[in-house]
């Protein structure tokens, strides 16, 4: 956390004394999933493997033994190479994934922008789907009703809320998309690459909601390969290599350790887009 | 720290490892009815996407039927000569237009978790409302069909022809048109809820196999037409094979279809063995297709 005043990080260590303000506690994580070899696993397959012996699934271990508390307030960087367990990390705070070890205590109501946020049909219209992410998220029809005009306002696609998804260009569709989980009034934002889209304007404006969201005491959760992003925009970090919790600190510590750790230099392109 | 208010307001969430695969029932439930909302407004929405091209819109709902119906029509009564009679006629109908119902239900169920893509993977949401989703929507096409049956049905009874057939010795007359409104029609509504509930476990059933198997959407075809071949649909159940009758046993729609057709088109009540059979194909695929589903269904979101 930084102190407004001075800008000097305080250590963190003090926050996680006053329990009350602890907003996600992960303990002990494991993450082990099984997953299938191809994408789209299908009968043939599973026939073909069978004759040759094998088996058909693979364990992968995302995330192993990880542990952290995150106060209320927070804003998390989250780094790592791809594969690191980002995703999976994200996945079981929402509770989408469960833990296959441990347990995660979340204060409050999560708001997911995984990296694909809504529009999960696209053969209905904008506004459809943000009806049904936010049904499905646990928003009462009336709660949608109040944010709808807000949500389309921020969006600001224009007559294209009303036309189906699939002739929204990747840009409008991530900005629907951001503004729905902004409009929930989560306590817990999971953001996971989702300002890598959307033009200039609608970044500087995703930014400032996001500041506001902060500033009223919600906790967030960012995950950027633009490493810049992640040291303007969090309070702390956190950085994963191969699903194991190597460091957490003030973000500039963390993101050196981590360019260094990865040999590469902090050259604009890596700290735009790593 | 920033606006300290206190924590009360605010529901904890605990997440913990899984027994046996299962999640805590009881919130599970709870948690499924509290979004009901989502599946309802799921089904509204594709049904408003599925005809939004095309010149008829929403009518296609009464038309499909209507037009299915007038098919069979030219085929029994007018290629056929209507030999067969139309208590046949009717029987087929009723019998088609509720296998239709639970063919739909299967192939869209089947389709429900996989193409729920983006919202799987990123929404903590109980997933069952996905093919449950797909249930609403079956049998919101499947009602305008039985306004079709209906229509037929006050056809039959009032415009209809009725060949009396007498008993050459005692003279005693029958009614060779067996279409008529009897009390007993009004079984067909519990009949039809047992076909629902049949209908939700299949739905769940193959929303997960499909997910382990793409191929079941391909294959699902072929099945299901061997299926109604397999069933007294296009054929009386007392006309089957000996050997076939063995095996009906092993045939939900036997007694499923059988008390349906019973009931609405022949008006006679079905023995209580067919009851009880139906009652127990049906919350048995229930009960196993809805737990199959809730055991794997957190594993869905590293599938898809």
Not at chain 2, 36 to 42: N, P, T, V
Not at chain 2, 69 to 79: H, K, P, R, T
Request: hydrophobic share 45%; glycine share 8%; aromatic share 10%.
């Amino acid at each position: 956390m930084i102190d407004e005043e001075t800008g000097a990080t305080i250590p963190q260590i003090a926050d996680r004394e006053i329990s009350d303000e602890i907003a996600i506690s992960v303990q002990e994580l494991d993450v082990t999933y099984r997953t299938t070899f191809e994408k789209r696993p299908t009968l043939k397959q599973a026939v073909v493997r069978l004759g040759r012996g094998k088996r058909s699934v693979k364990t992968v271990e995302a995330l192993k033994n990880v542990s952290f508390d995150v106060s209320r307030g927070t804003v998390l960087g989250i780094v790592g190479h791809n594969g690191a367990g980002k995703s999976t990390l994200m996945r079981a705070i929402a509770g989408i994934v469960p833990p296959t070890q441990g347990r995660i205590e979340v204060v409050g109501r999560t708001s997911t922008l995984l990296s694909l946020g809504v529009g999960f049909n696209r053969s209905l219209t904008g506004r459809e789907n943000v009806i049904l992410g936010g049904l499905a998220a646990g928003l009462t029809k009336d709660e949608l009703e109040d944010r709808y005009e807000q949500i389309a306002e921020f969006a600001d696609i224009g007559d294209f809320i009303d036309l189906p998804m699939s002739s929204y260009s990747s840009g409008m569709g991530a900005r629907l998309a951001f503004s729905v989980a902004v409009h929930l009034d989560p306590d817990i934002l999971l953001i996971d690459e989702a300002l890598s889209t959307g033009d200039a304007v609608f970044k500087e404006k995703a930014t400032q909601r996001m500041q506001e969201l902060v500033n009223n005491s919600s906790t967030m959760l960012l995950i950027s390969h633009a490493l810049r992003t992640i040291i303007n925009m969090s309070t702390e970090c956190i950085w994963l290599d191969h699903g194991k919790l190597m460091m957490r600190g003030n973000p500039e510590e963390v993101v050196d350790a981590y360019t260094e750790f990865v040999h590469v230099k902090k050259t604009s392109a890596t700290m735009n887009d790593m | 720290m920033k606006n300290p208010t206190g924590t009360q307001d605010r529901p904890v969430q605990v997440f913990l490892p899984h027994r046996a695969g299962l999640p805590r029932l009881n919130k599970y439930f709870a948690n499924l009815w509290s979004r009901r909302h989502f599946a309802a407004e799921l089904s509204r929405a594709e049904m408003r996407a599925a005809h939004t091209n095309t010149f008829f819109g929403q009518f296609w709902l009464v038309i499909s039927p209507a037009l299915n119906a007038g098919v069979y029509f030219l085929l029994v009564n007018v290629i056929r000569g209507g030999s067969a009679g139309p208590d046949f006629f009717m029987h087929l109908l009723a019998g088609l237009f509720a296998f239709n119902f639970i063919q739909t239900v299967m192939t869209n169920g089947a389709t429900s978790v996989t193409k729920g893509g983006n919202l799987v993977l990123n929404t903590a949401f109980p997933l069952l409302l996905l093919p449950f989703s797909a249930l609403r929507t079956a049998f919101l096409r499947f009602i305008p069909s039985l306004v079709i049956l209906l229509a037929f049905f006050i056809y039959f009874d009032y415009f209809g022809s009725h060949p009396q057939e007498c008993h050459p010795v005692t003279g005693i007359c029958k009614d060779l048109n067996t279409i008529h409104f009897s009390p007993t029609m009004f079984l067909a509504i519990p009949a039809l809820m047992l076909i629902f509930i049949f209908a939700a476990g299949l739905a769940a059933l193959m929303a997960s196999v499909q997910v382990y198997f793409r191929d079941t959407t391909q294959l699902l075809p072929y099945a299901t037409r061997i299926w109604l071949y397999l069933s007294p649909v296009l054929y009386y159940a007392d006309q089957m094979k000996p050997w076939m009758l063995k095996f009906e046993v092993f045939n939900p729609l036997y007694p499923l279809l059988g008390i349906f057709s019973e009931t609405l088109v022949e008006g006679r009540i079905p023995p209580l063995t067919w009851w009880l059979g139906s009652a127990a194909w049906a919350f048995g695929t229930l009960i196993i297709g809805v737990f199959f589903f809730i055991s794997r269904e957190r594993e869905f979101a590293v599938r898809i």
